[in-house]
């Protein structure tokens, strides 16, 4: 009864709502307000004004650098967050529930793994570095680094996983992204102009342009290794059961 | 009531159907299941479905991916670049929100042995 009730409610909505995007601008028209206000803009001064040959990059760390550094902050916080209610793990104390029960994983996927790990953390560092000017950037290289880590611990034990990603060096890398957001920031702020600006007045326009990309470069390094080092840390810290 | 009009403009504008069909599937799950997991499973398809509505409305007929390179022709069409970092950066967020909520169901089901909401609230 309440499934059915719920079923003709939400299909009651589902006409509702049909019938209101039916009402808005079909896609990919250029007359949309989505893209008449600001974005012709961004588009035609992005390279020179924002740094960065990808327009994305561009809006990320430099139009919308607050909304970005919040939400690198977020992600930061969500961390101590599950940090505080599951606790830290400890390679003398702890273990995974896969390791406990004892299953193995067959030849064929441990050397898989063994083999393309490298690469894929190789393949990581490449798309962090190319932000700039290709498609990529800090946290999809981040995903890709944290996803590296889960499937080295998944496929082989945890406490080797503890033993390879310490403790200790990933609290110290876990802060990067907000740290290099900040530090690149704050150093506009030096000069009497806006925080995140990335100005540096008295240089020529060829050095200011040059600096701007060395410090997006920057943030996007400092994202990438805090991003993968936070998903790692968070999946340990779930992942571990007491000995 | 409904016409060729009407198809023809829902299919013009089939991603915004998409996207609204899966909240609804979102939705029911949400009020639906009583596992906790499911529940937040429906949360998530809901995000993703708020995630396909905002980056359907960024494309441009014809437009390319909004990046300066060797190859870009002179005047060229590019497709709308503030949803893409609206997106990126909202699912980093979302990441965020499960990983939050997984580590506070995995404390309560060490302290009350079960994920089943409406066994949770006899429990007090």
Excluded at chain 1, 67 to 81: K, N, P, S
Excluded at chain 2, 26 to 38: R, V
Excluded at chain 2, 39 to 59: A, R
């Amino acid at each position: 009864m309440k499934r059915i009730l719920t079923f003709f409610i939400l299909f009651l909505l589902w006409l509702l709502m049909v019938s209101a995007v039916l009402a808005l601008p079909p896609i990919g028209s250029e007359t949309t307000p989505v893209t008449t206000h600001v974005i012709p803009r961004y588009l035609e001064q992005g390279v020179e004004e924002a740094g960065a040959e990808n327009i994305v990059t561009c809006v990320i760390l430099n139009y919308r650098g607050y909304d970005t550094m919040g939400e690198v902050t977020v992600i930061f916080c969500a961390l101590i967050a599950v940090l505080a209610v599951v606790g830290r793990e400890d390679p003398k104390l702890h273990t995974s529930k896969v390791d406990l029960v004892g299953i193995k994983e067959s030849v064929i996927v441990k050397s898989v793994v063994r083999f393309l790990a490298p690469f894929i953390m190789l393949f990581a560092v490449y798309i962090m570095l190319h932000g700039k000017e290709s498609p990529g950037g800090g946290f999809q290289a981040g995903a890709i680094l944290g996803a590296s880590i889960i499937i080295y611990t998944m496929t082989f034990s945890y406490e080797l996983a503890l033993s390879k990603f310490f403790v200790k060096v990933r609290t110290l890398m876990e802060g990067a992204g907000p740290i290099a957001f900040f530090a690149c920031g704050v150093v506009a702020l030096f000069y009497n102009q806006n925080f995140l600006t990335y100005i540096i007045p008295g240089l020529d326009p060829v050095t200011q342009t040059a600096m701007r990309s060395l410090m997006i470069e920057i943030i996007e390094v400092g994202i990438g290794i805090g991003g993968g080092t936070v998903i790692s840390s968070i999946f340990l810290a779930m992942e571990k059961v007491e000995k | 009531m409904i016409n060729n009009e009407i198809i023809a403009k829902a299919y013009s504008s089939i991603n915004y159907v998409v996207a609204v069909t899966l909240f609804c599937i979102g939705l029911y799950a949400l009020i639906i299941k009583p596992n906790l997991i499911k529940k937040f499973m429906g949360l998530n398809i809901i995000e993703t479905s708020v995630f396909l509505f905002i980056i359907s409305s960024g494309l441009v007929e014809g437009g390319i991916a909004p990046i300066y390179t060797k190859t870009t022709p002179a005047n060229p069409v590019f497709v709308n670049p503030i949803p893409q970092a609206l997106i990126l950066t909202a699912i980093v967020v979302a990441v965020s929100t499960t990983a939050l909520a997984l580590s506070l169901m995995i404390k309560l089901y060490d302290q009350c042995g079960t994920l089943n909401a409406n066994k949770l609230k006899e429990l007090r």
